[in-house]
């Protein structure tokens, strides 16, 4: 028995859903979840994410594929198709702050991040231990603001991951990079997007005086800070809280924002719609 | 153009949403947005809320129950059909706190809350100003421990209203008023069930010294607080709040998780099951 | 017995607490509760608000600033002296959105917002009728961007004010306005500053794809939304939230939020700092 | 320059704050906080936290201590004086779930949590890795229902701890034990108390079907998670949330409220009266 999801999405018309699980119907499976979504009913684009189950052996992901083709391009929809089986590979690039590395990696070996890790990538010489103490391969490289060693970080990534986590890391990937990578890449900002994007976001919300403190987990794109949205969390913070309260306090919201992001996208729960996302 | 909602349960198997979704599509309509939930794929059991609109003004409620029986009755299903237009009428029991009250009449007329209100009916006289100044009907009928008065409130409720809503209503039902009003009675309690049933919740609270209220708004059954839960908000407090501090933002949590309840029951998005909610 | 509360700052420096608390004795006061807060024990600027009871029927306000008057010399201080039982006057300018005035009348009304309302003004003369039900008075000036009446609006609230709410109040009030009226002025601003500044915030979250939204009650100075930030409120929210569900969802934040700012206010607990507020 | 914690409490009346501020400034302190709490201001009961500073070398914990005894005296209070620089030592006792653990090893190392760790034991072998990674000894002893080993427990704890911190510990400690041990005890709860006390209180919830689950730190008493809360955190559910679920949302809460509780304590925040806590 294995588990497909598909995401699908075009412009909205009648009898999308209809012929979609007339399809599971057809070849056997049974629907488990299915979620829609229409920008508007009339005119509107229309979203899909159908997880099925399948007890016939023969069917595996290429052969579905091949039948669905036809069924989709009827609609002229944009669409992807997975087998839950084949789990993706997640880079992990860190600087210093390493209590998203910690969470991560304590939620992977708990199996609750069902993703393979091909490796951890930092500047920080200092995270070696923690993940080589989990049996992952840790690869240091010394980017800096001046020498961002990007043909390096790209020679580790191209091949080996499906997409990248960046569980703080602290330099800006350049538009180079993100064309060369051309996969997703997911960051977690210790701010409350669009407030306080760039560096020291907690400076910036002290000096603000502002009574919440937020984390946003977003796609990386061009622009600082700018792509698409995925979670956010946030914290009530008071007068008496110090620069050193907020990083504290904050915390929690990025560990909560970015294990909660990345179990969204790793069960294919999140499609990206004009800088946008739709998270089932 | 008009809005249907289906609202259908019955044990899992294959082929359901493939169904629903072809019938949605032979009568020509085009389905908004459906959800599913399955408490297990195997052997579990299967609920499913779709909303459509159809362009043709030829269909009605009726036909299309009629239509619909047949397909239901394969599954073994439960169901019901709803149509938008259609809209509810709710009945509302109040006693001597007002800030719930307040708070419906005011999304009522404003338009968020799209029922009908036959009558608002107290043991409190003075919310007699309030209520008529919306010119709806106000009940005055003195209940009390010693005389509940049921059969009046019964014979207010029982013709005119398709459930009712205790927003903030101080005496218990007895079970031969459910057993005769036998449709839905929506209840908000000021505490945070499991916890604290019965008299004064917060001044339970406040002995307890928990750091965190809450209110529960629940369908009643026959034993006291202990209906299915529909949606619980919750503030958080600390040994400086006094029992009227606690009133006071309890407040905040109560009119937020009742308008939310009803918001949902009004779109037919709540499904009974088991002493639980399911809550698309 | 009267209750009198004295907010307080200075450079910091030892002793403070010690001057103040045996000023209090010695005039035969208790302190309820004392709150302190330095930027900085060390060459910082030090905050202290102290509620103090006194039984003796001889002092007032009066004699207790001519006694203090000394001591606050002595360590060079800013401070007031507040007889509790002297209710601030709270007029309060509103446009077309509704629900904060609802809220506060209902909680003044309730005795929860100790307060005096010299009037309700409006550019919308729908709300007249709540207002005078509750039989306070309601002024209807036609403002709008074109000719904001400031004048008039001045000559309403300059004598019978102590300070001015905006609930929801659309336009912006000029440095000339603010110059002569020269008191505190707080405006509720349904956005989370500094996010989303100026007009349709719900919009603005709308289309950056925001996945909390909040609001925001501050102190208005000359620049638009940049006041010192009193309290701020949030609620989660999704993709399928179309801008009429955040301006719903958002109501609840924008109510506690005022409500929470100006008891607060009206309790003495908020001092201005370099555009940061502490709130006791 | 050292900081001291002076907790205190007794019967309510006028000039204690006067009394102590003066004491600390006749032997040269700074009052950096300090907080007070009033049951009642008439015959009520009183307690204060007061920070202080004082550069005089001379001074230690000890001769302010006797110093400050008559004043204390005079008032009839319970009191106690804290040298912040003397670390607390906090033992901490872990079953099977480990993230708990990680999380207080984690915020310990990187100097978050100012204790010092004599020891982690385990009914649970597997810890050994993680904690021994930390240079910290680890104790494995196998207790369980029918035999816990508490004798063996108190031997390690007695001299060598100065409270214990039950990191989701599984076994119930008898009041011998309590006894015996007579120091604190923390707990955290998987529930939200008093609701779901004792086993599986995930599965509890899920039973229930409420829509928020929590966590709670208190002191352990004789009886079953009821000793005085100290702190409780939440996270909204619905019902597609399984067993599963229940448990991976509940850990943020539980990780946040035993991170805040034990950061409290460390601070000589907490004062336990009459089963509940004041939290500073």
């Known amino acids: 028995m294995r588990k497909f999801i ?12 209809a012929r979609i699980s007339d399809f599971i119907l ?8 299915a979620d829609q979504y229409s920008t508007d009913p ?9 997880e099925f189950i ?18 989709a391009q009827e609609f002229g929809a944009s669409w992807n198709l997975y087998d839950q089986a084949e789990t993706l590979r997640m880079g992990i690039l860190v600087s210093e702050p390493d209590h998203c590395l910690v969470d991560l990696l304590y939620l992977w070996n708990a199996g609750e991040l069902k993703v393979q890790i091909p490796f951890v990538l930092s500047n920080c010489e200092k995270h070696r231990k923690l993940v080589t103490g989990y049996n992952l ?4 490289v010394p980017a800096s603001k001046d020498n961002r060693q990007e043909s390096q970080i790209l020679s580790h990534s191209l091949a080996s991951t499906d997409f990248l986590v960046l569980a703080r890391y602290m330099l800006v990937l350049s538009s180079d990079f993100l064309h060369k990578y051309n996969k997703d890449i997911i960051n977690i900002h210790h701010g409350f997007l669009p407030s306080f994007k760039g560096v020291d976001p907690y400076g910036q919300a002290l000096n603000k005086g502002v009574k919440v403190i937020g984390s946003t987990v977003h796609f990386v794109d061009n622009q600082l800070d700018e792509g698409p949205i995925i979670a956010q969390e946030v914290e009530y913070v008071s007068h008496k809280d110090s620069r050193q309260d907020l990083i504290r306090k ?4 990025e560990k909560k924002a970015l294990a909660q992001a990345l179990s969204s996208y790793i069960d294919y729960r999140i499609i990206k719609h004009e800088n946008k996302t739709i998270v089932f």
Do not use: E, W
């Open 6 to 17: 598909l995401l699908f999405q075009c412009h909205d018309r009648k009898g999308i859903v």
């Open 26 to 33: 057809k070849i056997g499976g049974n629907i488990i979840t």
């Open 42 to 50: 009339a005119g509107g684009y229309f979203f899909m994410r159908v």
């Open 54 to 71: 399948l007890d016939d052996g023969q069917q595996n992901r290429q052969s579905l594929v091949l039948a669905f083709g036809p069924i």
């Open 137 to 140: 391969p840790f690869y240091y």
């Open 250 to 253: 904050g915390r929690h919201a």
